[in-house]
C-alpha cells in the first residue's frame, strides 16, 4: 500500500479549522483535520470544471472579457476559465489561505496545467467578498468557497450567500454578466435568494465529479 505523505499544512482565517495536504502515489488530497472525508482531491475535478465551463459560457469569443474566481482549490476552475476566455481577457482568482496559492504554485500546479503562470491571471489574497467592494466589473464570478451556499470550513462565508451580499455581487457583475456558484448539494432557498436581487435566468445543473460518474453536484447559474 501507498504511503500518504504530508505536504503542508495551514490555518483557515476566523478558527476555520487546519488544512491538510497530503499526496498518495500520483493523487493529491485537500482535506480538514479531525473531519472524514476529503474537501478536494485530484482525482475528481469534472464539476470544478463544469462550473467555469457552464459559467463562461456566454463570453466565448468577447474581447477584453473579465472573470473573477471564487477559490483556488486545485486549479481545475482558474485553469477551465481560461480556456473559455480569449487572450485579451482577465481572470482574477481571489483565495482566503496563502497557503492554497503557493502549493498551486509548486507540485500541485501540475494537475491543472499551471494555470497560475498564465499572464491573464491577477490574484486576490483575501476574501472574496472584498472584490465586490471595488470598483472592479466583471463579466462573470465564479464561486467555489467551502461546499456551497451554507459555509462548511469559514463561518463567515454564510455572508457571501446573504440577500446583501448577492446584491453587491449583483452590481459588481457587467450587463448580462453571469453568477456561478458551485455546492456539493442542491439548496432550494439559495435560488429564492437570487429571485429576490432579480438575477435572470436562473438555473440549477447537476453535474458529476468525475468524466459522467462519482458524485452528483450542483451549480447554480443567474445571470444579471
Wanted: proline residues 4%; neutral net charge.
Amino acid at each position: 500500500m501507498m504511503p500518504t505523505i504530508l505536504l503542508g499544512t495551514a490555518n483557515i482565517p476566523n478558527n476555520g479549522g487546519e488544512l491538510r495536504f497530503t499526496q498518495r502515489g500520483d493523487d493529491f488530497v485537500i482535506g480538514l483535520k479531525g473531519e472524514p472525508g476529503e474537501l478536494m482531491t485530484s482525482r475528481m475535478f469534472s464539476s470544478e470544471q463544469a462550473l467555469a465551463e457552464l459559467g463562461c459560457a456566454h463570453i466565448q469569443g468577447l474581447e477584453q472579457a473579465r472573470v473573477l474566481v471564487g477559490g483556488m482549490g486545485m486549479g481545475f476552475t482558474l485553469a477551465a476559465a481560461l480556456k473559455a476566455t480569449t487572450l485579451s481577457s482577465e481572470v482574477h482568482v481571489a483565495e482566503l489561505v496563502p497557503e492554497m496559492i503557493e502549493w498551486n504554485k509548486g507540485a500541485l500546479g501540475a494537475c491543472a496545467g499551471r494555470p497560475l503562470d498564465d499572464e491573464r491571471v491577477r490574484v486576490h489574497v483575501g476574501d472574496v467578498a472584498a472584490q465586490f467592494e471595488t470598483k472592479r466589473n466583471y463579466d462573470a464570478i465564479l464561486l467555489d468557497v467551502d461546499n456551497g451556499p451554507e459555509a462548511f470550513t469559514h463561518d463567515d462565508n454564510n455572508s457571501l450567500y446573504s440577500v446583501e451580499r448577492l446584491q453587491a455581487i449583483h452590481q459588481t457583475l457587467r450587463p448580462k454578466g453571469m453568477l456561478a456558484v458551485w455546492s456539493a448539494w442542491h439548496e432550494p432557498s439559495f435560488t429564492k435568494k437570487l429571485q429576490k436581487v432579480n438575477f435572470k435566468n436562473i438555473s440549477v445543473q447537476t453535474v458529476r465529479a468525475h468524466q459522467g460518474k462519482g458524485s452528483k453536484h450542483t451549480i447554480y447559474l443567474a445571470q444579471k
